[in-house]
Structures are given as C-alpha cells and as structure tokens.
C-alpha cells in the first residue's frame, strides 16, 4: 500500500525567510504527487500538482516543489515566507494509472506551519 | 465556478442519531470524491463516484455509511447510528477526469461533525 511520509510535524519560520516542507513517499511505482494547504476549519486547496515532465513545478502563491525520484520526495519550498502563510500543508499521492480508475488520494499526517512576525 | 459547496458546515449530534451531509460539486466534474479527516490527522478516502455510480469503497466504510449521488450531480453521505467515533471533518472534492486518466481534485470546505 502506497504511503506518504511528512516527518516535521510542526515548523516555525520568520517572516521573509526561506521554507521547505518534506515529503516523502512509499510507492511501487511513481505516484502523481500534490501538495495542498489548509487553513483553519477550512477545506483543502490545491498548491501545484506533479503528473510527469519537468520535475520542478510551479505552484501558486510563489510555491516550487521538486520530484526526487531517487529519493521518493516531493519536497515544497518557498523562498520568502509571508506571515498570510501560517497554515497546515499536506502532501498528498495517487495511483497513476494507464487504465480508467479512481484517483484517491493518500495523504500525509501534514506539517503545521507557524510564521514569526 | 462556484466552487465545491458542502452543506452543513457543522453539525451537532447526539449519538444513535442519523445525520446527512451533501457535496454539490464544480458544474460538469464527473467525478466526486468523499474523505474523512480526524483532527492532527491528513485526510482518509471514504468513497468515490464516477457520474452517478459508486465505483470505489474504503473499508472505513462501515455498513453504517452510505453515498448516494443520484443524478450525478450533488451527492449524499448519511451516517446512521453515529457513535463519538465519527466525530470528524468530512470533505467532499470533485475533479474532472481526462483522457490520460489523471484528475485534479478540488475540495470543498467541509462538513465538522461532532457527535456527543
């Protein structure tokens, strides 16, 4: 069974520093990969999304991701965090599939982001 | 685009109750998707639909659980008998899926429930 693996639980960063958010997963075969993020009694919404192509992908709200297929991560970044991004990120993986088929997702336990002003 | 749209976004329960939540999902997806999520916890697939057919169930589908999306449009997910133990999030996501089979899920704002 396919799993995602977010290992920093909680990160604090300040205000215009750099930020990246881990993520790694166990898969037989390469997964389509997302990152979504979730603010307070919200819903999800979608950052950016990997199906195949340029291993580095651009998402919204100046967010990057990188697929390591060597290292089974998909790590999230962003270079100047803004305090508006305090939330909790959840990283997310699908069965890619040649067939028609449900696309499930498998998420992280997420990492609770806290931004110092 | 309105966006998914969930209705309530909290309910109360006392337990042995039955509760119905429903998921209107972005004009024209085809497919919706259910998904539980407890606290500290990522979100856990329940059950999906393809238009009106329910083509996938969790096991953390209980017999308790049921999904309805009648016209393939908006869906139901009922919860007879609710025990504390269904006290969750329940999130409902709709996409629209191409011709390579990949489908970007949207998600709405959620349901809260609490069962006392």
């Known amino acids: 069974a396919q799993s995602v693996t977010q290992p920093d639980i909680h990160i604090t960063v300040s205000e215009g520093a750099s930020l990246e958010l881990r993520c790694n997963y166990s898969y037989g075969a390469t997964p389509y990969l997302f990152w979504y993020v979730q603010s307070p009694g919200q819903g999800l919404q979608l950052l950016l999304k990997?199906?195949?192509?340029?291993?580095l992908v651009q998402g919204i709200k100046g967010f990057e991701a990188e697929f390591k297929r060597s290292q089974s991560s998909f790590n999230l970044r962003k270079p100047s965090v803004h305090w508006s991004d305090a939330a909790e990120y959840f990283c997310a993986v699908a069965k890619r599939r040649l067939t028609g088929g449900g696309n499930k997702l498998t998420f992280g336990t997420g990492t609770q982001l806290k931004v110092e002003l | 685009d309105t966006g998914v749209s969930q209705d309530p976004r909290h309910k109360i329960t006392k337990r042995g109750q039955n509760v119905t939540f429903r998921c209107d999902p972005i004009?024209?997806?085809?497919?919706l998707y259910w998904y539980r999520q407890t606290l500290g916890q990522g979100p856990e697939f329940l059950t999906y639909f393809q238009n009106e057919a329910q083509l996938e169930k969790s096991r953390l589908l209980s017999d308790r659980f049921s999904a309805e999306r009648p016209k393939g449009s908006f869906s139901t997910l009922e919860i007879q008998r609710t025990e504390q133990g269904d006290s969750a999030m329940y999130l409902c996501?709709?996409?629209?899926?191409?011709?390579?089979?990949?489908?970007?899920?949207?998600f709405g704002p959620g349901t809260r429930l609490t069962v006392l």
């Open positions: 004009s024209e997806h085809n497919r």
């Open positions: 990997y199906f195949s192509g340029d291993t």
């Open positions: 996501a709709s996409s629209l899926v191409d011709s390579i089979y990949t489908d970007t899920q949207y």
